[in-house]
Nanobody
Framework: VQLVESGGGLVQAGGSLRVSCAVS????????MGWFRQAPGKEREFVAA????????VYAGSVKGRFTISRDGTKIKIYLQMNSLKPEDTAVYYC??????????????????WGQGTQVTVSS
């Protein structure tokens, strides 16, 4: 499975941005797609996840109500719509493919495939 993120950039606090993840390869090997982020000097953290089969997304408390994860029906792209952005959302955002309920609820150990990341910078 190959994952390529795009759509990062610089935005002012309060603004919006959508990042995308193009998925190719053995997509059937991942039933969960997630977004993680890593800020400078901090550990990577879970942001959101969703099953390819559908259902509601699962979100970290810090982004719930502001971010929305979605996927297209062809298993080609994953999106993360980010609204009401804050400076603390500044990070490299990674798309990842995983398996199972633990992946859906944010366990990074249950993700097998990772993209290279896209930088999101929120200015105050």
């Amino acid at each position: 499975v190959q994952l390529v993120e795009s759509g990062g950039g610089l935005v002012q606090a309060g603004g919006s941005l959508r990042v995308s993840c193009a998925v190719s390869g053995r997509t059937f090997s991942s039933d969960v797609m997630g977004w993680f982020r890593q800020a400078p000097g901090k550990e990577r953290e879970f942001v959101a996840a969703i099953r390819w089969s559908g259902g509601s997304g699962v979100y970290a408390g810090s982004v719930k109500g502001r971010f929305t994860i979605s996927r297209d029906g062809t298993k080609i792209k994953i999106y993360l719509q980010m609204n009401s952005l804050k400076p603390e959302d500044t990070a490299v955002y990674y798309c990842a493919g995983g398996q199972g309920v633990r992946a859906l609820y944010g366990s990074s150990r249950d993700y097998d495939y990772w993209g290279q990341g896209t930088q999101v910078t929120v200015s105050s």
